[in-house]
Nanobody
Framework: QVQLVESGGGLVQAGGSLRLSCAAS????????MAWFRQAPGKEREFVAA????????DYTDSVKGRFTISRDNAKNTVYLQMNSLKPEDTAVYYC?????????????????WGQGTQVTVSS
């Protein structure tokens, strides 16, 4: 059984930084792509960033490019999302997800395994 556990969310002022972590267990972490999605109140879940199995390929939604960085440590079975220059519009529950294959794609319907989410609130 795959388990994904996010941590690192919190309240931060605009312009600040947070680093989210997602610890995975249950199957060979280094084989699968990983992704972060987020969902703001009243909005649909949206893609934020993805990383392939090795960490050699990443993808971001346009609104976070240059501010967020996704990375992974396969020795620790953990994926990270470093978030800098945070804006109030980044406020959401952030979820990590494990892809069905080696690449993470920006389509939430392709992911079968999700964490419970961690709240990120950015105050203006």
């Amino acid at each position: 059984q795959v388990q994904l556990v996010e941590s690192g969310g919190g309240l931060v002022q605009a312009g600040g930084s947070l680093r989210l972590s997602c610890a995975a267990s249950g199957r060979t972490f280094s084989t699968y792509g990983m992704a972060w999605f987020r969902q703001a109140p009243g909005k649909e879940r949206e893609f934020v960033a993805a990383i392939n199995w090795s960490g050699g390929s990443t993808d971001y939604t346009d609104s976070v490019k240059g501010r967020f960085t996704i990375s992974r440590d396969n020795a620790k079975n953990t994926v990270y999302l470093q978030m800098n220059s945070l804006k109030p519009e980044d406020t959401a529950v952030y979820y990590c997800a494990q892809a069905p294959g080696g690449r993470g794609r920006p389509v939430s319907g392709e992911y079968n395994y999700w964490g419970q989410g961690t709240q990120v609130t950015v105050s203006s």
